[in-house]
């Protein structure tokens, strides 16, 4: 299976959940549990085998080998049968290995942070996010992972886990139990904490997303209109900002434009993960079809009009770029998109370089 995130190494975030029939006195059968995509804000790209990479949209149904993508200032939630949410958040990869098969759900998550909030997963199967930093076996319901920005962090709103460091997949010694309203911080050994100011908004954020009854039924524009109601309550992106391996985000990311145009636009690259020798393939669409228009290739971090290349769009609302021979350093880097021949950026898209 080819996709960016790689099982080997990895480490792994075990939610063992009490298991709760899904259909008890009622009688009927359920159908297969589904993970269908319900929010998606901003850039959010879907990578599976065999197809080209392409924006994600609502009412999707995600499929084991998948890979998402989440852009700065995006974020994306997908819905586990019923009433399991994991919200993914801003700037982060994830592979869907295996989605409540025999064995339950694994995801694989290379960086970025999710939050997850799991209710009657079927008997026997389990729940695992596999992180390059430590193993989580969770025996609540509603915690977050961070990893590859700032401290590596299990942050736990409710219930219990148990914290292990691991490599190559497997446990490397005696685990921690980390209950409600505390962290563990992963690093050469396991520290706790209690949860930070900054991780209880974020868990108050996340309690004011629901799951959908029937998604089958709801369309994707009352799914847009759930969207601009959390948004108003202060969700993805919006609030206080916060900073990240100690940068202020808002000087990474930018804030999101008010410009309607600005909001359709669609940035993606050909891969997640570049090497410095690889021609960085870009695709875009709903861009503007104004001479003036151009998408550059920055590093994340450096300032805006500050860049390695950039191309014309030539007036065409999408399309596909391509930047060869860049030599780009390992690191983190966004394409960003411009309306005019000011440094004005209206859309950003991330990406790294290994």
């Not at 063992?16 to 008890?24: K, P």
């Not at 149904?61 to 852009?71: F, H, I, N």
């Not at 861009?287 to 151009?294: D, F, I, K, S, T």
Request: proline share 3%; with cysteine.
């Amino acid at each position: 299976m080819k996709t960016s995130v790689r099982i080997r190494s990895f480490l792994v975030i075990l939610p063992l959940l009490s298991a709760v029939a899904l259909c008890g006195a009622c009688g009927k059968k359920e159908g297969p549990v589904r993970a269908m995509t319900t929010f998606v804000i901003g850039s959010v790209t879907l990578e599976r085998p065999g197809s080209a990479v392409r924006p994600l949209g609502h009412k999707v149904e995600l499929k084991p080998g998948d890979v998402v993508r989440t852009g700065a200032a995006s974020m994306l939630v997908i819905q586990i049968g019923r009433d399991s949410v994991i919200s993914i958040e801003a700037d982060t990869t994830m592979g869907l290995y295996e989605i409540m098969g025999r064995n339950g759900t694994r995801l694989l998550m290379e960086e970025g942070r999710v939050l997850s909030r799991l209710r009657h997963l079927q008997k026997g199967r389990d729940f695992r996010i596999y992180t390059k930093a430590y193993m989580a076996a969770v025996r609540g319901t509603e915690f977050s992972v961070q990893y590859g920005r700032g401290e590596p962090v299990v942050a736990v709103s409710d219930g219990t886990v148990e914290v292990k460091k691991a490599a190559a997949g497997r446990e490397t010694g005696e685990g921690e139990m980390i209950g409600a309203g505390n962290a563990a911080v992963v690093k050469e050994d396991i520290r706790t904490r209690p949860v930070s100011e900054d991780e209880s908004k974020e868990f108050d954020r996340f309690h004011a997303i629901e799951p959908i009854d029937d998604i089958d039924g709801t369309s994707g524009s009352d799914i847009i209109r759930m969207e601009a109601d959390y948004l108003k309550g202060g969700g993805a992106g919006s609030g206080e900002e916060k900073k990240a391996d100690g940068v202020d985000a808002s000087s990474k990311q930018g804030k999101p434009s008010d410009n309607e145009e600005a909001e359709k636009v669609v940035l993606w690259t050909g891969k997640s993960v570049y090497t410095a020798s690889d021609t960085v393939v870009v695709y875009y669409k709903n861009m503007p079809e104004y001479r003036n228009c151009w998408i550059d290739i920055s590093r994340a971090g450096d300032g805006d009009g500050r860049y390695r290349s950039y191309n014309w769009t030539y007036s065409a609302a999408g399309g596909k770029m391509e930047f060869p021979g860049l030599g780009l350093e390992p690191g983190l880097y966004e394409v960003r998109a411009h309306f005019s021949k000011s440094n004005s950026v209206e859309k950003r898209f991330r990406f790294r370089v290994q």
